[in-house]
């Protein structure tokens, strides 16, 4: 279900997105903002999901989410100006906003060791989803024809739905939603207090911001550089990122059995400086296989930074709250990825592609470093290791 979920997001967008904001007549500049219309949706709906599935369990908000994978994609079929296609961003984003946080906190109930690697081996099967989309994407754009992107986005979203149907209720949540919410209403209030006041969960979540503020960047104008100033087919383009996904989908599972052994602060700060690093150099060749290795580097960074984020706020967070936490986690990250794409339109603006990235490249590094910092004065409920601690 997680696969062909983020199949049918991530085709609708990459490579095809900015290019059918481009093909509107948008200017590069306002970009971004389009761009960014659907991860600002998950600013505000993440947490309050995350919070909804502690109350009445996970499955019924899952296929919530399914049912907008399996719509919002045939709507991209009547577009003909931008704010047509902002609101229908908007409507799309809140698949993936709650979805994200959810099925990552049902995952983090069922395992309690080796956590951090089971929940890269969910993560790796929607990486799958997106593998394969930027590849297949960049073939289906004939021109400024965007179709059959949007028909293709479409038809995986409505398998999702019929994959979700078949997804069993793990939870031991009883009784209509209104009695569950008057039920766990106080109880609830404390754990919303436990996870805004506890600075580990605050500051992971921010570094995750800062790994998508990058992505976003990098997903949002890499492909318009490459498109209109290199000249690199659609096609080509769509196979960088699907390396960029592959690098980050077979590596996934292993970040998070390392982050489960040697901890996950060490493999959080070497995942985002390594990706500081490769978005710094990624211009400074129009090479094309020299950018096809870099981007396959970044989608190795990306892998180690989030593998083990959303371990260490499982981890961090109780168990009673952590759909709140995950929907922490995923409203933060998704201030970081909608962001990104609107300050790189700016810098762009103002300077140029090569500035910015190398801008956002040394801001991921020097926060690498103060992220490890901190992380050493955070303390674990139940102490020890921080690789291998299970809150009360």
């Known amino acids: 279900m997680g696969g062909l979920a983020i199949f049918s997001s991530t085709i609708a967008k990459n490579p095809a997105l900015p290019l059918f904001i481009r093909s509107l007549g948008v200017p590069v500049a306002i970009v971004g903002v389009i761009a960014a219309a659907s991860t600002i949706v998950g600013i505000l709906v993440s947490f309050p999901a995350g919070m909804l599935s502690d109350i009445i369990g996970r499955r019924p908000v899952i296929l919530t989410a399914a049912f907008v994978f399996a719509t919002a994609p045939f709507l991209y079929l009547f577009i003909t100006s931008p704010w047509q296609l902002v609101l229908v961003r908007v409507y799309h984003g809140l698949a993936t906003a709650i979805l994200g946080p959810v099925a990552l906190a049902a995952v983090a109930d069922t395992y309690e060791t080796g956590r951090g690697e089971r929940m890269g081996w969910y993560s790796s099967a929607t990486m799958i989803g997106r ?86 960047a990098i997903e949002t104008f890499l492909p318009i550089y490459l498109h209109e100033k290199l000249g690199y087919p659609a096609w080509k383009i769509g196979v960088l ?30 995942g985002l400086a390594l990706g500081g690093a490769t978005t710094v150099l990624i211009l400074m060749s129009s090479n094309y296989y020299a950018v096809l290795f870099l981007i396959a580097v970044f989608g190795l960074g990306l892998a180690i930074v989030t593998a083990s984020t959303s371990a260490l706020v499982a981890d961090l967070c109780r168990a009673k709250g952590r759909g709140g936490a995950m929907g922490v986690l995923s409203g933060i990250m998704d201030v970081g990825q909608s962001s990104g794409p609107i300050v790189a339109g700016a810098l762009i603006g103002a300077y140029s592609y090569r500035s910015t990235f190398a801008i956002v490249g040394a801001g991921m590094f020097v926060i690498s470093i103060i992220f490890g910092i901190f992380m050493r004065s955070v303390k674990f409920e139940n102490g020890g290791d921080e690789g291998h601690r299970t809150p009360q």
């Not at 024809?145 to 995986?156: H, Q, T």
């Not at 996934?252 to 493999?267: A, C, E, F, I, T």
């Open 131 to 216: 593998f394969l989309a930027p590849l297949i994407g960049g073939i289906l754009i004939f021109g400024d024809n965007f179709r059959w992107v949007y028909i293709a986005s479409g038809a995986a979203g409505i398998l999702a739905l019929a994959a979700g149907f078949r997804l069993p209720d793990i939870s031991s949540v009883h009784g209509s939603l209104r009695e569950n919410l008057m039920r766990q209403r106080g109880k609830y209030g404390q754990e919303i207090r436990f996870i805004f006041h506890h600075a580990g969960i605050l500051s992971t979540s921010l570094i995750e911001a800062t790994q998508y503020f990058a992505y976003g």
């Open 241 to 270: 990122f699907t390396a960029q996904i592959l690098a980050a989908a077979f590596t996934k599972p292993l970040m998070g059995r390392l982050s489960d052994r040697y901890g996950r602060v060490p493999m959080i700060v070497s």
